[in-house]
């Protein structure tokens, strides 16, 4: 049984909490969180687990095999810095970290550690994405032309994610919390990519996070890839990562629904690939084991670090 701990409580750290649970091989041994009474709510629902409000306490007194970082992207480099240092495998929530330098620092880290380093890019795993990559690499759109990714929100943060930090400029903003997960797949899915041109919009308050980007990146070949984001608009939420080519298009809409079509013809659905549904936990499992898995590691991390704080900064 590998014993997994988790650090941060979260709307994301629970959503995982089910996952490590489910698995014939995870056991949750302790968790973690600076509100004590999430902390203690949740170690009573899983059966009277430890629970801390200090994850160097716990990591100084659990055993643990993995542990899951799911703070605030403020605090990853330095919680996932003390995992490290214990020599425990881990997983961490997307981005890496808050800026390139403590990116580097937790690669270098998990590297010299010699541990299973993991990050959350959930769309590696879902069907959606992988049949949208499968179609890519199946020359579906053949010659590439552009890559677009279109991020609208009528209200950010989401009604689902309200919290202090997801709106705040120095680290939350829908460029890191929803567009790091495609610049990690266009990095994956297209190779390189450099930031050419960012103009960002801000509201009035100093603190809070952008209302708008349009920014220029490009593929190691030249061809553009177009960023467009805003919020605080009319209408329904719409995230679109699409590719034109000189054969057709193709989309992937709101996350997991595809659509596409030849040149000539009409745009519609196309049927995901449901064999290619894939579990993150399954492959932590493998990855911990030795055996060969699917793992976005803390290289990848950090670089869509490196083009996610161009964008940011503008
Ligand atoms: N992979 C994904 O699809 C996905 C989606 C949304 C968010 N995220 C990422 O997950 C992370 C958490 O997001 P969230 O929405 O759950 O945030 P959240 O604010 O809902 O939860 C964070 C939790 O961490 C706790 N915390 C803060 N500092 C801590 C510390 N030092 N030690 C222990 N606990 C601490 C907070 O009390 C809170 O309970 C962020 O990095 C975010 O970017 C990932």
């Known amino acids: ?30 968790v973690c969180d600076t509100m004590e009474e999430r902390a203690n709510e949740m170690a009573a629902e899983l059966g009277g687990i430890p629970a801390f409000t200090n994850h160097k306490e716990m990591l100084e007194t659990a055993k643990l095999d993995l542990v899951y970082v799911a703070v605030p992207p403020k605090f990853h480099h330095a919680v996932a810095s003390d995992v490290i240092q214990k020599g425990i495998h881990i997983l961490c929530e997307k981005p890496l970290a808050n800026s390139v330098e403590e990116a580097e620092s937790l690669l270098k880290q998990a590297q010299d550690a010699g541990i299973v380093h993991a990050m ?63 610049i990690q797949q266009v ?31 490009e593929l190691a070949d030249g061809t553009p890839v177009w960023i467009d984001g805003m919020s605080q608009i009319a209408g329904k939420e719409e995230i679109a990562f699409t590719a034109y080519g000189s054969e057709g298009t193709l989309s992937l809409l709101n996350w997991g629904q595809l659509q596409g079509g030849k040149l000539g013809e009409e745009i519609l659905p196309l049927q995901a690939d449901d064999f290619l549904t894939d579990s993150l936990i399954d492959h932590l499992v493998k990855a911990v084991k030795g055996d060969e898995a699917i793992i976005i590691d803390f290289a990848a991390g950090y670089d869509a670090q490196v083009v996610l704080e161009r964008l940011r900064k503008g």
């Open 1 to 30: 049984m590998i014993k997994v701990g988790i650090i941060g409580l979260g709307a994301i750290g629970q959503r995982l909490i089910k996952g490590f649970q489910g698995h014939a091989e995870t056991e949750i041994a302790a």
């Open 120 to 182: 959350n890019f959930p769309l590696n795993y879902s069907a959606g994405s992988r049949s949208f990559a499968k179609l890519i690499t199946e020359n579906y759109v053949g010659k590439l032309r552009r890559v677009q990714l279109k991020m609208h929100f009528p209200e950010w943060p989401r009604p689902w994610q309200q919290n202090a930090w997801v709106a705040s400029k120095d680290q939350g903003g829908y460029v890191l919390e929803v567009g790091v997960h495609f």
């Open 187 to 217: 990095q994956k899915i297209f190779g390189r990519v450099t930031v050419k041109n960012v103009q960002l919009q801000f509201p009035e308050d100093p603190q809070a996070s952008e209302i708008g980007i349009l920014a220029m990146l």
